[in-house]
Antibody, heavy 117, light 111 residues
Framework: EVQLVESGGGLVQPGGSLRLSCAAS????????MAWVRQAPGKGLEWVAN????????YYVDSVKGRFTISRDNAKNSLYLQMNSLRAEDTAVYYC??????????WGQGTLVTVSS | QSVLTQPPSVSGAPGQRVTISCTGSSSNIGAGYDVHWYQQLPGTAPKLLIYDNSNRPSGVPDRFSGSKSGTSASLAITGLQAEDEADYYC???????????FGGGTKLTVL
């Protein structure tokens, strides 16, 4: 059974940093692209970033470029999102998702990030 | 303002058929990129419902179907059930943005 478990969310002040983690199990992690998708409170879904199987390619939505960094450790079956210079508009539930063919076929339960003073 | 446009809400009585539209443009759906649909039950993570315009993952009832034409796509749900009450999102790829895009979501209410 595919499982994705996020952790690392919490309350952070504007301008602060946070690192999210996603532990994957139930599939061969190194075979798949992976992604982060977020959902602001009461709002819709927004793709944030994705990363190739070996980490050689990474893509970001414009609003987080230069502030967020996606990475992975295939030996640990883990996906990460380093978030710097956080803004109020980054407040959201962040989901880890496995990439299918240009879709997201499995999702974690999400971790809430709140940016507020 | 989402790149893909969905109606904010739809409703139907149990047993009825409802459709949810997803309108894009020449840089996403109209460019030939596939459309995928997700169901998000209250308080839970999204779940892939339809992939590649019209395919259902294993375990998704055949009451759910998808189609795509031109710059639009639609999700149809037949034999509406109370458990179908959820938010539904369409998703595709946009070549102008070089990234994945979602619709704003449609809340389905079963009357």
């Amino acid at each position: 059974e595919v499982q994705l478990v996020e952790s690392g969310g919490g309350l952070v002040q504007p301008g602060g940093s946070l690192r999210l983690s996603c532990a994957a199990s139930g599939f061969t992690f190194s075979f798949y692209w992976m992604a982060w998708v977020r959902q602001a409170p009461g709002k819709g879904l927004e793709w944030v970033a994705n990363i190739k199987q070996d980490g050689s390619e990474k893509y970001y939505v414009d609003s987080v470029k230069g502030r967020f960094t996606i990475s992975r450790d295939n030996a640990k079956n883990s996906l990460y999102l380093q978030m710097n210079s956080l803004r109020a508009e980054d407040t959201a539930v962040y989901y880890c998702a496995r990439h299918g063919q240009h879709n997201f076929d499995y999702w974690g339960q999400g971790t809430l990030v709140t940016v507020s003073s | 303002q989402s790149v893909l446009t969905q109606p904010p809400s739809v409703s139907g009585a149990p047993g009825q058929r409802v459709t949810i539209s997803c309108t894009g443009s020449s840089s996403n759906i109209g460019a030939g990129y596939d459309v995928h649909w997700y169901q998000q039950l209250p308080g839970t993570a999204p779940k892939l419902l339809i992939y590649d315009n019209s395919n259902r993952p294993s375990g998704v009832p055949d009451r759910f179907s998808g189609s795509k034409s031109g710059t639009s796509a639609s999700l149809a749900i037949t034999g509406l059930q109370a458990e179908d009450e959820a938010d539904y999102y369409c998703q595709s790829y946009d070549s102008s943005l070089s990234g994945y895009v979602f619709g704003g979501g449609t809340k389905l209410t079963v009357l």
